[in-house]
T-cell receptor, first 114, second 115 residues
Framework: GAGVSQSPSNKVTEKGKDVELRCDPI?????LYWYRQSLGQGLEFLIY????????KSGLPSDRFSAERTGGSVSTLTIQRTQQEDSAVYLC????????????FGPGTRLTVT | AQTVTQSQPEMSVQEAETVTLSCTYD???????LFWYKQPPSRQMILVIR??????QNATENRFSVNFQKAAKSFSLKISDSQLGDAAMYFC????????????FGKGTKLSVKP
């Protein structure tokens, strides 16, 4: 079956612009995670969605970052007024449920802010 | 807070040989899971192996096995009969039982395989 997909694969944007990153989880997976992978910080948790519950936004680094998940499926991560320190690979993962169910990762979006 | 440490930024192994990647972690919890993920240049993280803390037996998946030392909070990955396709970044990760599941990762070890 289809895995987790993310788009775009690569995104180059100018400082100050807004960007949207998309994640399509595996069908039937109720849990969805966003992580950020940067050279300086390694892999960091950003946000977690579980079904129709309120998301856990505790990992978002600033209020310029937001995410939504429509219909319990597709998720969009939005970064407003991008800064150079936002340059990173943004990974999305989904799992059947939260907790210790195996997480399946997408190929990520490489964001470069110039 | 839980932390995961990988002390080897880079490792190298000859094809067909065995290599061990190190990982230590810190937690006050007694029930948790530990994982090794592989990230090839394609960027897609792939689960290699997982270990449940309450299980004393070390997990094994084909050529991959772990040495889980709960008291020492150590979780190393052994790759036997290394293949060129094993070249990748390897990340150790932690997840506590009862949590929502967000993984805590180490910084990673870059493994090179020499033909």
């Amino acid at each position: 079956g289809a895995g987790v997909s993310q788009s775009p694969s690569n995104k180059v944007t100018e400082k100050g612009k807004d960007v949207e990153l998309r994640c399509d989880p595996i069908s039937g997976h109720t849990a969805l995670y966003w992580y950020r992978q940067s050279l300086g910080q390694g892999l960091e948790f950003l946000i977690y969605f579980q079904g129709n519950s309120a998301p856990d936004k505790s990992g978002l680094p600033s209020d310029r970052f937001s995410a939504e998940r429509t219909g319990g499926s597709v998720s969009t991560l939005t970064i407003q007024r991008t800064q150079q320190e936002d340059s990173a690979v943004y990974l999305c993962a989904s799992s059947f449920q939260g907790g210790t169910y195996e997480q399946y990762f997408g190929p990520g979006t490489r964001l470069t802010v110039t | 807070a839980q932390t995961v440490t990988q002390s080897q930024p880079e490792m190298s192994v000859q094809e067909a040989e065995t290599v061990t990647l190190s990982c230590t972690y810190d937690t006050s919890e007694s029930d948790y899971y530990l994982f090794w993920y592989k990230q090839p240049p394609s960027r897609q993280m792939i689960l290699v192996i997982r270990q449940e803390a309450y299980k004393q037996q070390n997990a094994t998946e084909n050529r991959f096995s772990v040495n889980f030392q709960k008291a020492a909070k150590s979780f190393s990955l052994k790759i036997s009969d290394s293949q060129l396709g094993d070249a990748a970044m390897y990340f150790c990760a932690y997840n506590s039982v009862g949590s929502q599941g967000n993984l805590i990762f180490g910084k990673g070890t870059k493994l090179s395989v020499k033909p």
